[in-house]
């Protein structure tokens, strides 16, 4: 799989989550482009730009990670596992609760009504041990503007799993036949 421009600084960010200096980041991120080849002088401009963004709003709020690239599963039966990875995690201190975030280079106005979203809070709740309604799931975009957040009742979360489940079993019946 080829990593991109947004998915080295992806990388980046998540480096700078590691170290939290800017340097070292950006010096991950050119090291980074220059193994992928990917040379074009005015995107790598733009891709500094874009994580040194990301900082200045990291500095600027300053929230307390409980974990950067976390791998999440959700077991939706029928030897089907869900599985992805979160860009960030937050501990939100006024709520006792837990943000996750997915950063993302491109706007799509109904993230809130993809289907992963609901599957996310409750895959979130169970690795970090909360109550899902302690966790709120979101998106934010690479330079750290655009922060947006939403909390899926237990309702709609449980309407998202059935609606995974049945998609997982339609998935393993396709599977079988093909065998």
Same mark, same amino acid.
């Given at each position: 799989?080829?990593?991109?421009?947004?998915?080295?600084?992806? +990388?980046?960010? &998540?480096?700078?989550?590691?170290?939290?200096?800017?340097?070292?980041?950006?010096?991950?991120?050119?090291?980074?482009?220059?193994?992928?080849?990917?040379?074009?002088?005015?995107?790598?401009?733009?891709?500094?730009? =874009?994580?040194?963004?990301? =900082?200045?709003?990291?500095?600027?709020? #300053?929230?307390?990670?409980?974990?950067?690239?976390?791998?999440?599963?959700?077991?939706?039966?029928?030897?089907?596992?869900?599985?992805?990875?979160? /860009?960030?995690? !937050?501990? =939100? $201190?006024?709520? !006792?609760?837990?943000?996750?975030? +997915?950063? /993302?280079?491109?706007?799509?106005?109904?993230?809130? !009504?993809?289907?992963?979203?609901? %599957?996310?809070?409750?895959?979130?709740?169970?690795?970090?041990?909360?109550?899902? #309604?302690?966790? $709120?799931?979101? $998106?934010?975009?690479? !330079?750290?503007?655009?922060?947006?957040?939403?909390?899926?009742?237990?309702?709609?979360?449980?309407?998202?799993? $059935?609606? @995974?489940?049945?998609? @997982?079993?339609?998935? /393993?019946?396709? %599977?079988? &036949?093909?065998?």
């Amino acid at each position: 799989m080829r990593i991109g421009y947004s998915g080295a600084i992806k +990388l980046a960010i &998540n480096d700078f989550h590691k170290h939290d200096r800017l340097p070292d980041a950006i010096q991950y991120l050119q090291a980074l482009l220059a193994k992928l080849k990917l040379t074009n002088p005015q995107r790598t401009l733009d891709a500094e730009y =874009t994580l040194q963004g990301y =900082t200045e709003w990291f500095a600027s709020e #300053r929230p307390i990670v409980a974990a950067s690239k976390a791998r999440i599963e959700l077991d939706l039966g029928n030897k089907i596992i869900l599985g992805g990875e979160v /860009s960030r995690v !937050d501990v =939100t $201190v006024a709520d !006792d609760g837990y943000r996750g975030v +997915l950063l /993302s280079d491109a706007d799509d106005p109904q993230w809130m !009504d993809r289907l992963r979203m609901p %599957l996310l809070q409750r895959a979130l709740a169970r690795k970090f041990e909360r109550d899902e #309604r302690d966790v $709120v799931v979101g $998106v934010q975009r690479l !330079d750290g503007s655009g922060l947006m957040t939403h909390y899926y009742s237990p309702r709609s979360i449980k309407g998202a799993e $059935v609606e @995974a489940r049945t998609l @997982a079993q339609t998935i /393993s019946g396709l %599977l079988t &036949n093909e065998s």
